[in-house]
């Protein structure tokens, strides 16, 4: 296969230059479709200091959970603590800060970042510690709120209020997708397409970790999700192992107890 410069040998190197106290928006949504190769050969790295753009944070043994089990990561803003008991522990103790955020203001902070819009006015908060201030961002060792989330703006238009909202960009994003071609344009599986796209709109350096590589021209162009212009490193990893975020056990109506998937992936 013919590669460009985009195609890189390893996650190992394709996160090699990502410094102490970077900017990281890292895609996925719960446990599908996270880059976990990336995030793994982060934790190898050592890097610390690290500011994280996520839905979530994994859980306690894989994905982000691994980089918050080795106090990699300084500030998290996210949508939902989710399942992982370290993240919560870590928030409550004052050991990290966390800016919870609507998952949809998320989404959209980041997608100003990658069209170059720095601000934008949204009705999600508006009447809410969201927009007058207030949240516990970080706490302290005794319970305390050491820093709590300012006021924001808002304004009115048309009768009804808007809470402002500023972009979200990051220095690196961390994308995962079943399908690229050396010229970075990506195709993602299914809901594998949550955060991704975003995330990766919003890197100054967006690195893309894909099951598949291919040459150029053998994605169909109407099957892109992603152009490669948002792409500036690819490495291929294989397969990415299926996990299950949370997994119940209801009682049948045959009174036998059957396993359900509550967050299967796809």
Known sequence: MST???????????????????RLAVGGFGLNGIPDRLIAALV????????????NCGVDDWGLGLLLAGHQIRRVVASYVGENR???????AGEL?????????LAEKLRAAGVGVPAFYTPAGVGTPI???????????????EVA???????????????????????VALVHAELGDTEGNLVFNRSAMNFNPLCAM?????????????????????????????????????????????????EHSDGMNHREDREAQR
């Open 86 to 92: 370290e993240f919560a522990r870590q928030y409550l």
């Open 4 to 22: 460009t410069g985009k195609v890189i040998p390893s996650a190992a190197a394709a996160v090699a230059d990502v410094t102490d106290g970077a």
């Open 149 to 171: 989330s300012p006021p924001k703006e808002t304004r009115e238009f048309g009768g009804r209020h808007y809470v402002l909202e500023e972009a979200l960009p990051a220095d």
């Open 44 to 55: 190898d790295s050592g890097v610390r200091d690290l500011e994280v753009y996520s839905n």
């Open 202 to 250: 919003a890197g100054t350096v967006t690195i893309a970790e894909v099951e598949r590589l291919v040459e150029p021209g053998e994605i169909d162009p109407g099957q892109v999700h992603l152009p490669g212009i948002f792409v500036q490193r690819i490495v291929e990893t294989g397969p990415q192992a299926k996990r299950i975020e949370k997994r119940t056990v209801r």
């Open 131 to 145: 927009a007058e201030g207030g949240l516990p961002w970080r706490y302290r060792a005794d319970g305390s709120v």
């Open 97 to 105: 800060e966390v800016e919870l955020t609507p998952q949809g203001t």
